[in-house]
């Protein structure tokens, strides 16, 4: 059985209701246990008027659910999930701004940006501006590689993440709209796996 | 504040909505009057289902004065992001009954889930029907009455004796409507290591949030507890129980006794709330704030029946005693209600004497006065050497002070006087208020000392 109290990287997915203040009353729950969001992503989900958001955090399994358990709580979270880099496929974005001069001259920054696969998506005759998409590591590397070379910005966007396991939310929310639920939702989900889950 | 001044620091500006945030169930800002009737169905709704929660609505000054055509008041009663009542899960059902009926020596603890719950009939017949012994935490007291025999006294910090010391022994632990507050279970890794726990919460974060529970029942404990009992045998368990009666013969003996009839000149907190309890017959409502008198109340007044006992339990908010007193008289006017409030307390919120002076609410306040802030004393004396800091208070003339409100008073200093100004307090048809002096430092015991397991729990 896997130790719960070692920490590592999850992912929490949370279907929500798009509602002014919701974002605080999520990031509350986990500044009151002082744990640092890496990364925190709002977006619309693949059903309409249900927002998602995707935070990433590094903490241990106990925790994590408890805090999980907690998001949805909320009155207006529809789901919460919680996931390991294992069981998501997760993407970031980065940005990267590198003066003209320095491409068009050295012949090695071309390259470097080939091999990492950047695309240019601006060019201008005093700057260039790149982008990378790719898991954390890769991004870095880019702009280690990119720092000896006059890189002026750099931005990483959050994590956004797709769960391999889910069948996505449309069936569920049809539940969630019922007045007396489906099986699939009142199912307590912790409560199915709490061998697995659990040990203190 | 005008909708359209938010967020420019305007005059009185403050974020109630996000200052309440983490205090509230559910909060919303209204800044159109068109919102005002839905968005107060949903409030009322979110408010008493499920597990019950303070709402806030925060309605700005143009949605205040604006007029709309009113629509009707529509209640509430689905939201599709909120699941108030879990359907319940049969197979936790069985795995519990299942362990109930083999154990040899289940306790059951109870909180104010039963009360919220309206389970009370529920719960006692559960209880009865297996003869298992039940403790309470002070936020479950009163939801069964003191003089069932299955009643065997309070949890935690200043519970009872046997409760505390065979929670480390039972075998199975049954948990109702309560969520393992650590001033319930102290040591963590030592509480209840070798009991198999059941867990009833209609809050599915509050299972195996504290202690790790063998079956989660997540549910409304009203229907919960009849499917349990309609599960489990019939039992005797009276040699179970005798054990309990065992520590409880200790406890008064060292603890109790000496406290309710104590034969030193100064009085006892515990003297009092034995006499006015005597008086009421256990009718009267028992509000306390938070310390010294709150761990005496819930220790010794014995309730016949259910929502008599109001404090503030887990949040431990000094000041709660007397507008909650109020509160509670409106809630319940046809009951006595009796505030019992420590001088530091009372002097938190003791501008709700307004209050009282304004609406004519009829509530009995006795200040059980020691001089000092006396828990915060009590563990100043007990870790710290008598090294007391900042917990020897003075106080007002109390007496002058609620007649300044109208209100009729008085204060009692010798044992003599005791019975008969309760008396004279409790035959007064308006609110009046009795201080009573009592020793300074005294000490609440038993107590499970911070850090330490239930079972180490000291008589002195």
Request: charged share 25%; glycine share 6%; hydrophobic share 40%.
């Amino acid at each position: 059985m896997q130790h719960n109290n070692e920490k590592q990287e999850y992912t929490i997915t949370v279907y929500t209701e798009n509602q002014v203040g919701l974002l605080n009353r999520i990031a509350i729950i986990f500044s009151r246990r002082k744990i640092n969001i890496e990364s925190l992503n709002t977006s619309p989900s693949e059903v309409q008027g249900i927002h998602r958001f995707t935070i990433v955090v590094t903490e241990s399994r106990d925790v994590v659910l408890k805090v999980v358990r907690q998001i949805e709580k909320q009155v207006e979270v529809l789901k919460a999930y919680f996931n390991t880099n294992d069981e998501i496929v997760w993407q970031e974005l980065a940005l990267y701004k590198v003066l003209s001069d320095e491409i068009t001259e050295k012949v090695k920054v071309e390259r470097l940006l080939r091999e990492f696969g950047a695309r240019a998506v601006a060019i201008r005759k005093d700057f260039i501006v790149f982008e990378t998409t790719g898991h954390r590591e890769e991004t870095n590397k880019l702009m280690e590689a990119l720092a000896p070379f006059g890189l002026v910005e750099f931005v990483r966007s959050a994590r956004v993440a797709i769960i391999k396991e889910s069948a996505g939310f449309h069936e569920k929310l049809k539940d969630f709209e019922k007045r007396e639920p489906g099986e699939e939702l009142i199912e307590n989900e912790y409560l199915g796996n709490r061998g697995a889950v659990f040990t203190m | 504040m005008f909708a359209h001044l938010l967020g420019t620091d305007a005059f009185q500006e403050t974020d109630v909505i996000n200052i309440t945030m983490p205090v509230t169930k559910w909060n919303y800002q209204i800044t159109d009057a068109e919102e005002i009737p839905a968005v107060l169905a949903k409030a009322f709704y979110l408010a008493r289902s499920g597990r019950p929660g303070p709402v806030l609505i925060d309605i700005t000054k143009n949605a205040q004065l604006q007029k709309f055509d009113y629509p009707g008041y529509t209640p509430c009663n689905h939201i599709r992001s909120y699941r108030p009542k879990p359907v319940i899960r049969k197979e936790y059902i069985d795995e519990a009954v299942v362990l109930i009926n083999n154990a040899k020596k289940p306790l059951v603890i109870f909180g104010q889930g039963v009360i919220l719950g309206k389970a009370e009939k529920e719960f006692k017949k559960f209880i009865e029907k297996s003869g298992m012994p039940a403790a309470w935490t002070i936020l479950g007291l009163s939801a069964l009455p003191n003089d069932h025999p299955q009643n065997v006294g309070m949890l935690g910090m200043h519970g009872n004796y046997g409760p505390n010391v065979l929670t480390n022994d039972c075998d199975v632990l049954i948990a109702v409507g309560m969520r393992f507050d650590d001033r319930v279970t102290g040591r963590l890794d030592k509480y209840a290591k070798q009991a198999k726990i059941i867990h009833l919460d209609i809050d599915p974060s509050e299972i195996d949030k504290n202690v790790k529970a063998d079956v989660g029942v997540w549910g409304d404990c009203k229907e919960t507890l009849p499917l349990l009992t309609l599960g489990i045998e019939e039992k005797d368990r009276s040699e179970w129980l005798a054990v309990f009666a065992d520590y409880a013969k200790q406890e008064y003996d060292q603890c109790i006794q000496p406290e309710m009839y104590p034969s030193k000149e100064e009085m006892t907190m515990a003297e009092v709330i034995r006499n006015v309890n005597e008086i009421t017959e256990g009718n009267a409502i028992m509000v306390t704030d938070v310390g010294q008198h709150q761990m005496v109340t819930c220790r010794y007044a014995k309730f016949n029946q259910s929502r008599s006992n109001v404090t503030s339990g887990g949040l431990g908010t000094m000041g709660f005693g007397l507008p909650a007193a109020i509160g509670a008289k409106f809630g319940a006017q046809d009951r006595e209600v009796i505030a019992v409030i420590g001088d530091g307390g009372f002097q938190m919120t003791l501008q709700e004497l307004g209050t009282i002076m304004q609406t004519g609410v009829a509530v009995k306040i006795i200040i059980l006065n020691n001089q000092f802030l006396g828990m915060v004393r009590q563990w100043q004396e007990l870790f710290n050497d008598k090294r007391y800091s900042f917990v020897d208070i003075e106080s007002p003339n109390y007496v002058m002070l609620a007649k300044s409100y109208g209100i009729e008073a008085a204060k009692v200093e010798h044992r003599k006087d005791l019975v008969g100004a309760v008396k004279t307090m409790l035959a007064h048809k308006e609110s009046y208020l009795l201080e009573v002096m009592v020793g300074k430092e005294n000490n609440v015991f038993p107590m499970v000392p911070q850090g330490c397991s239930v079972s180490e729990i000291r008589l002195k």
